[in-house]
């Protein structure tokens, strides 16, 4: 009685699975989507999703490793509006 226990599991690994974080993806209509970088402009990008955690979600269609994902203010963003990359 009154003893707690932090547990935590891994219930599947995929490897080379591409993930972002959770709050980079959008609710578009019944689809989902996300904001790349393209030639400096945000672009919205229709994905389809796997398996997703508290804090990130996998991308099984739409998206490739090496692209740039905007997270900061994606709720903001418009298709085509100018965006400065931060590091």
Known sequence: PGMVAKVELQLAKIDQAVTVPLAAVRPQ???RAVFVVEAGK???RLVKT???SLEWIQVVEGLKAEE???TASAGTLADGIAVRMSQ
Do not use: D, M, N
């Open 42 to 44: 945000a672009k919205l």
């Open 29 to 31: 209509g019944k689809e």
């Open 68 to 70: 740039r994902v905007i």
């Open 50 to 52: 796997g398996l997703e």
